[in-house]
């Protein structure tokens, strides 16, 4: 059973804002709902006013913005998934997000939903860090814009302040030279990561001229591997270096035993799936071993 709460569908962004801003931290966004009524339904949020943003066409869309693209926070993830210009620009995001859930979930779960929801699993930042994705934000106090990076503060929560709204993802696209990677484990095909790895690098005479790469489920937020990135850089990109900086992905984690998963295992899959990502990614820049 869901608790009661008084259900608002703004017509516009603008009113949104004012809407959350005016009901305070009383109030909840809802998009796809795919988190947040399974959370209200088990008792763990009960909000008195949910306010629906699904008639907000303004933060649904993808846009080609040059070398970068635009994702808004209200697109669903199947659209991302069918998306030519994200399997051309961001390849590692529809990768990842193949992986995530069924069709019929992702007809209504939204980009936004699931960064915001802010689970450490959220499939879709690690893609999106590796990336170096800007995520636009507004609200009562106007627009500011903020590194994914710095966007989650901990398990269920991000810097999004009282009547902020995301509205849109920036990615910077792929380049030529580079090449990117997802890796997912799972118990059963569509469910949440026990872990996951994205990489992205950039090959240039034999060497890691960038790496960079981001793990879920095995810290309270998603986050950079930047010890293993340091191992990488600059060095010659043979199969010796990458198993070795791998393995530094013990030191860039703090998993956690759940339902899901031992800290232990979390531990030894983490160095699995980076190594993995890492080669598919090489491949993908070029494939030439030094
Ligand atoms: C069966 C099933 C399988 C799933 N599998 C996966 C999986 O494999 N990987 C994975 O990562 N997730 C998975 N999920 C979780 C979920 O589907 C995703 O996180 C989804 O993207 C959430 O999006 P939503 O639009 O439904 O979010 P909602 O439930 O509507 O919202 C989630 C949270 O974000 C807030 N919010 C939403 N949009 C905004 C916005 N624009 N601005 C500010 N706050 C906002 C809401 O207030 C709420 O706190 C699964 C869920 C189900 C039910």
């Keep these: 059973m869901l608790p009661e709460f008084e259900y608002h569908r703004p017509a516009s962004l603008e009113e949104a804002v004012r809407l959350l801003s005016e009901l ?21 949020v009960s909000p008195r006013h949910v306010v629906d943003l ?23 993830l199947w659209e991302i998934e069918n998306s ?23 007809t209504t779960a939204t980009i936004g939903g699931n960064l915001c929801n802010a689970s450490p699993a959220a499939d879709t930042a690690p893609p999106l860090m590796v990336h170096d994705a800007t995520l636009v934000v507004v609200g009562p106090e106007g627009r500011r814009e903020v590194p994914i990076g710095e966007f989650f503060t901990g398990p269920g929560q991000t810097v999004l302040g009282v009547g902020e709204i995301l509205v849109e993802v920036v990615v910077p696209k792929m380049r030529q030279g580079q090449g990117a990677a997802f890796e997912k484990l799972t118990v059963r095909e569509g ?26 489920a095995v810290a309270p937020t998603p986050i950079r591997a930047l010890k293993v990135e340091r191992a990488l850089k600059g060095r010659p990109a043979t199969r010796e270096v990458l198993r070795s900086a791998s393995r530094e992905a013990k030191a860039d984690i703090k998993p956690i035993t759940d339902v899901r998963g031992s800290r232990e295992y979390r531990e030894e899959m983490s ?16 494939g030439v071993w030094a």
């Design 24 to 44: 305070g931290p009383d109030a909840k966004v809802i998009a796809g709902g795919t988190d947040l009524v399974v959370k209200m339904r088990a008792g763990l």
């Design 54 to 76: 699904s008639r907000l066409t303004e933060i649904r869309f993808i846009r080609d913005g040059g070398d970068r693209l635009k994702i808004g926070a209200g697109t669903t």
């Design 84 to 106: 030519e210009d994200v399997a051309r620009g961001v390849p590692v995001l529809r990768e990842a997000v193949e992986e995530m859930a069924s069709w019929h979930v992702k």
């Design 191 to 216: 469910a949440l990561s026990i872990a996951s790895a994205a990489a992205l690098v950039e090959i240039s005479g034999g060497r890691f001229v960038d790496a960079r790469v981001a793990l879920g």
């Design 271 to 286: 160095v699995v799936l980076v190594r993995r990502a890492l080669e598919r990614a090489v491949e993908r820049a070029g």
